[in-house]
């Protein structure tokens, strides 16, 4: 399920359910400037906002294929990761006939192999995908449309979910992720609060 089709045919399905038909998913442009630092919102109009979501990455590289079969060898590097950390921005532009049309752009962030340490991305399940896309239609609202759900404040939820991280002791290998190293990872800020 890691790619961008998938997202795009679980993201029209479910914008198009929530009601936000007129919002298009694009991968983000490699020029755009990761570095948290500098962004929050862009002079551009660009709003960005982080998730982190649950996936299983597999190292292509440390992934031997047996020649004399198509099964997959017993030499293969895989781990999990709660902290998968996807990256959006959004913003609002107006269409030739003087419509809003809202874009959404996504990135999401790779992270090393401890065997080799060649970086891939993380596959999600389509049931994480669907959660992550809740999480952003939520943003939407609230940021977008000034509209508030029950479930829409993030900050409430704050307090559960880092005693539930610190509960299972999740590992995360913070030299090995691009979110970390691009300031954007959870576990930055999660461990912050150790």
């Avoid at 009601?19 to 109009?45: A, I, K, T």
């Avoid at 440390?62 to 959006?88: G, P, Q, Y």
Wanted: proline fraction near 2%.
């Amino acid at each position: 399920m890691a790619t961008f089709h998938a997202f795009q045919r679980i993201f029209n399905s479910s914008f198009q359910f929530y009601g936000l038909s007129d919002w298009l998913l694009e991968l983000m442009p490699d020029n755009v400037n990761l570095n948290h630092s500098n962004n929050r919102q862009s002079s551009n109009g660009w709003v960005f906002r982080r998730h982190n979501a649950r996936s299983k990455f597999t190292c292509p590289n440390c992934t031997e294929f047996n020649s004399h079969s198509s099964s997959k060898s017993k030499k293969v590097s895989s781990w999990s990761s709660a902290f998968t950390t996807i990256l959006f921005r959004a913003r609002l532009d107006q269409s030739h006939n003087g419509q809003l049309i809202g874009r959404i752009q996504m990135k999401i962030f790779e992270q090393g192999c401890q065997t080799c340490n060649m970086y891939s991305i993380g596959v999600l399940e389509e049931k994480e995908i669907k959660k992550t896309f809740y999480r952003l239609y939520l943003w939407i609202l609230k940021t977008f449309y000034n509209v508030r759900l029950a479930d829409n404040d993030d900050d409430q939820d704050e307090p559960r979910r880092q005693e539930h991280i610190q509960q299972t002791k999740i590992s995360h290998d913070s030299s090995r992720c691009d979110g970390c190293r691009l300031g954007w990872c959870k576990a930055l800020y999660t461990n912050r609060n150790k």
